[in-house]
């Protein structure tokens, strides 16, 4: 049975420089839940195409910073020197989707010559021949003007906070959407509407009351409901909106003559 790498600050650079898609599991062993154990430990088993690697923060301090780990478990998806996944203290559910956001990063991205073996060789590689995938993990904000870049031409989905300044509940749904972005890094976007600055929006979505909460998926609005939610109804949400498949939308007939 394959068992995941011990990864330390003394080889924490064959993961960091190499070609090869890896989850790495930053946990002291406090925390950690049940099903994700198993479910991690059967995926190294089955998984030839990733590399899985464990990590104690407490005595890698090095691997621990370059990974932002703190005392609670984080798996981290890493792919040619940039994290591609994050998720905090996560679920047996959240294995599989980071393996395939790896897998779809290993699609776009080619993996690097096996004989480019130095760092620089590495770094150089990945600016000429690699585009850069960004990985959200804290709020975007959304313009009038940057809409239609930000959510509807978005690969990811995205959840949208229609909120102001003077707004109470706002400002405590705020925090939520924070600790969420990180939590769901590479698999979802959230994306912040200012009411006040933005009129178009607000009249185009007609939004009444705030916050409002919506979320966009694949140019399909999905959910959209005035109010706060609390943390629980909120990651539930979330995940719901990532393992939702959105049918093909079929292509517009053409038009006939007596159509014209």
Do not use: H
């Not at 099903?35 to 030839?48: G, L, M, Q």
């Not at 959840?159 to 749904?173: E, N, S, T």
């Not at 706060?228 to 909120?234: D, I, K, N, T």
């Amino acid at each position: 049975m394959a068992e995941p790498i011990i990864l330390t600050d003394e080889n924490l650079d064959s993961i960091l420089n190499g070609s090869k898609p890896a989850l790495i599991l930053v946990t002291t062993g406090e925390g950690l839940r049940g099903d994700f154990r198993v479910a991690y430990d059967k995926a190294a088993n089955e998984k030839s195409n990733v590399i899985f690697a464990r990590l104690d923060p407490r005595t890698n301090p090095r691997a621990a910073e370059v990974f932002g780990a703190g005392d609670k478990p984080v798996l981290v998806g890493w792919y040619c020197g940039q994290e591609i996944a994050r998720r905090l203290r996560p679920w047996g559910t959240d294995l599989p989707l980071a393996i395939e956001v790896l897998e779809k990063a290993v699609g776009e991205n080619p993996t690097l010559e096996d004989d480019l073996t130095t760092t620089e060789e590495v770094k150089d590689k990945q600016v000429t021949d690699q585009p850069i995938k960004t990985v959200y993990d804290k709020p975007v904000a959304v313009t009038d003007e940057t809409f239609e870049q930000e959510v509807l031409n978005s690969d990811l989905p995205v959840l949208i906070d229609f909120w102001a300044a003077w707004c109470g509940p706002c400002r405590m749904v705020a925090p939520i959407l924070d600790k969420l972005a990180g939590e769901f890094a590479g698999q979802i976007k959230i994306a912040k509407v200012d009411v006040d600055a933005n009129p178009g929006l607000s009249q185009a979505f007609r939004i009444q009351s705030i916050p409002n909460l919506m979320i966009v998926k694949q140019r399909t609005m999905i959910f959209n409901q005035p109010g706060a939610l609390p943390e629980a109804s909120l990651r539930q949400l979330i995940t719901q909106a990532i393992a939702l498949e959105i049918p093909p939308q079929p292509a517009p007939e053409p038009a006939t003559e007596n159509q014209q």
